[in-house]
């Protein structure tokens, strides 16, 4: 197995101290957001390992440029058929000190669809209104390691327009009525769609207004009052009324499929995810908001936040269940004078530790440190701390 080293992303919403303070490091006074590891393009994981057959330190390498030399040995002719010669998940440490953008992911389907048009009207991958950057979905998981803050699909109607209508503001009264009126799917339809379509001035107004109204009121409305001091006459501010306001305790966790509007707003997790950049934004901010093609994909219908819990087995092992093949996120709370928990598997797998010093193998690991393990290679895990594990489903 391979110890990685990781890409920090320093991203504006992050925070100047969750990612430090688990590394055990200074911070540095930026925002330091994401953590990534794994094989992504736009910051894959880096490794050392010995060359040719002596004991040498060998040179550093990417671990994407490690799989595409040999994918069958790195990931396992089981995982290159179901997803190609390449590692189909993202683990990220993320720490949120502001709130993320409002955001909403393609199904595989649509993500095909979607690239397939935007590559033959020839607009650059990196141009600023380009929406699909793959041809792949992203459904994600995050579970808190502190108190987490969230917002996670529609709220009913009739629960959105009593948090609306609460406020007072008179700019607001026809998005309560739409609500009150409309069947579920066609009231939050119309008023996302009035939301993000509203002139510019007058939609800050309302903003202002709206946040004014929440701090004073607190509470339940004491979220909006924070983001909008985040993102000051944003639309989003109003559309995250919409939402479900979700808060995690350490160890819980929160699935998002194809489809469901979300944000994160506070705290540090971990997050893993099918291995995709694509993303349609709803508001909280300022890059691009394609809003005929994000009302094409959002799916109009609440839903009551789904709290993930882990499922224990015999093993030790600690499972967040979720619905997609690309990845498999589960824990392990090594308790002192435990047995060693064998990890091989025919499949990739990263494991990144957040607690403790678990030995891996040879290699002991600090609280923020990641190993990769390829398919079939022999892994035993001992020592005390908390291990999660990312691979697939094969």
Same mark, same amino acid.
Request: proline content about 10%; hydrophobic content about 40%; glycine content about 10%.
């Given at each position: 197995?391979?110890?990685?080293?990781?890409?920090?992303?320093?991203?504006?919403?992050?925070?100047?101290?969750?990612?430090?303070?688990?590394?055990?490091?200074?911070?540095?006074?930026?925002?330091?957001?994401e953590?990534?590891?794994?094989?992504h393009?736009?910051?894959?994981s880096?490794?050392?390992?010995?060359?040719?057959?002596?004991?040498g330190?060998?040179?550093?390498?990417?671990?994407?440029d490690?799989?595409?030399?040999?994918?069958?040995?790195?990931?396992?002719?089981?995982?290159?058929?179901?997803?190609?010669?390449?590692?189909?998940?993202?683990?990220?440490?993320?720490?949120?000190?502001?709130?993320?953008s409002?955001?909403?992911?393609?199904?595989?389907?649509?993500?095909?669809?979607?690239?397939?048009?935007?590559e033959?009207?020839g607009?650059?991958?990196?141009?600023?209104?380009?929406?699909?950057?793959d041809?792949?979905?992203?459904?994600?998981?995050?579970?808190?390691?502190?108190?987490?803050?969230?917002?996670?699909?529609?709220?009913r109607?009739?629960?959105?327009?009593?948090?609306?209508g609460?406020?007072?503001?008179?700019s607001?009264?026809p998005?309560?009525?739409?609500?009150?009126?409309?069947?579920?799917?066609?009231?939050?339809r119309?008023?996302?769609?009035?939301?993000?379509?509203?002139?510019?001035?007058?939609m800050?107004?309302?903003?202002?207004?709206?946040?004014e109204?929440?701090?004073?009121?607190?509470?339940?409305?004491?979220?909006?009052?924070?983001?909008?001091?985040?993102?000051?006459?944003?639309?989003?501010?109003?559309?995250?009324?919409?939402l479900?306001?979700?808060?995690l305790?350490?160890?819980?966790?929160?699935?998002l499929?194809?489809?469901?509007?979300?944000?994160y $707003?506070?705290?540090?997790? +971990?997050?893993?995810?099918?291995? /995709?950049?694509n =993303? #349609?934004?709803? @508001?909280? *901010? !300022?890059?691009h908001?394609d809003?005929p093609?994000l009302?094409?994909?959002?799916?109009?219908?609440?839903?009551?936040?789904?709290?993930?819990?882990?499922?224990?087995?015999?093993?030790?092992?600690? $499972?967040y269940?979720?619905? +997609?093949?690309?990845?498999?996120? /589960?824990?392990? =709370? #090594?308790?002192? @004078?435990? *047995? !060693?928990?064998?990890?091989?598997?025919?499949a990739?797998?990263?494991?990144?530790?957040?607690?403790g010093?678990?030995l891996?193998?040879?290699l002991?690991?600090?609280?923020?440190?990641?190993?990769?393990?390829?398919?079939?290679?022999t892994?035993?895990?001992?020592?005390?701390?908390t291990?999660?594990?990312?691979?697939?489903?094969?």
């Amino acid at each position: 197995m391979d110890r990685l080293s990781n890409t920090v992303r320093p991203y504006a919403w992050g925070s100047t101290t969750a990612i430090p303070e688990l590394l055990g490091t200074a911070p540095t006074g930026e925002p330091q957001a994401e953590m990534w590891m794994g094989a992504h393009p736009g910051a894959p994981s880096r490794l050392t390992r010995p060359t040719g057959t002596g004991t040498g330190t060998g040179t550093e390498q990417a671990l994407s440029d490690i799989i595409a030399a040999d994918p069958e040995r790195e990931l396992g002719p089981a995982a290159v058929r179901a997803f190609g010669p390449r590692l189909p998940f993202l683990l990220k440490l993320l720490a949120a000190g502001a709130p993320l953008s409002l955001q909403v992911h393609p199904d595989l389907a649509q993500a095909r669809q979607g690239y397939a048009d935007e590559e033959s009207r020839g607009i650059p991958v990196d141009a600023p209104h380009r929406t699909y950057k793959d041809a792949n979905h992203k459904p994600e998981l995050v579970c808190a390691l502190t108190p987490f803050e969230g917002l996670c699909g529609f709220r009913r109607p009739a629960e959105a327009a009593a948090l609306m209508g609460a406020l007072g503001v008179d700019s607001l009264k026809p998005y309560v009525d739409l609500l009150r009126a409309h069947p579920e799917e066609a009231a939050l339809r119309e008023v996302l769609t009035a939301i993000l379509s509203a002139e510019p001035d007058a939609m800050a107004r309302t903003v202002e207004e709206a946040a004014e109204a929440a701090e004073r009121l607190g509470g339940a409305h004491a979220p909006y009052a924070q983001i909008a001091r985040h993102y000051p006459g944003d639309p989003g501010v109003i559309a995250a009324m919409l939402l479900n306001h979700v808060r995690l305790q350490p160890g819980e966790a929160m699935f998002l499929g194809a489809g469901v509007p979300h944000a994160y $707003l506070d705290g540090l997790g +971990v997050e893993v995810m099918a291995n /995709s950049d694509n =993303v #349609l934004r709803c @508001g909280l *901010t !300022p890059k691009h908001v394609d809003v005929p093609e994000l009302l094409r994909i959002v799916r109009f219908e609440a839903t009551d936040p789904d709290i993930l819990r882990p499922e224990a087995s015999p093993t030790g092992e600690e $499972l967040y269940d979720t619905p +997609v093949d690309e990845f498999r996120l /589960s824990r392990y =709370v #090594l308790p002192a @004078g435990g *047995t !060693p928990v064998d990890l091989t598997t025919a499949a990739p797998q990263i494991l990144l530790c957040t607690a403790g010093s678990p030995l891996t193998g040879e290699l002991t690991l600090a609280p923020g440190e990641a190993v990769f393990v390829p398919a079939d290679e022999t892994v035993e895990v001992t020592g005390t701390g908390t291990l999660f594990r990312a691979t697939v489903v094969i």
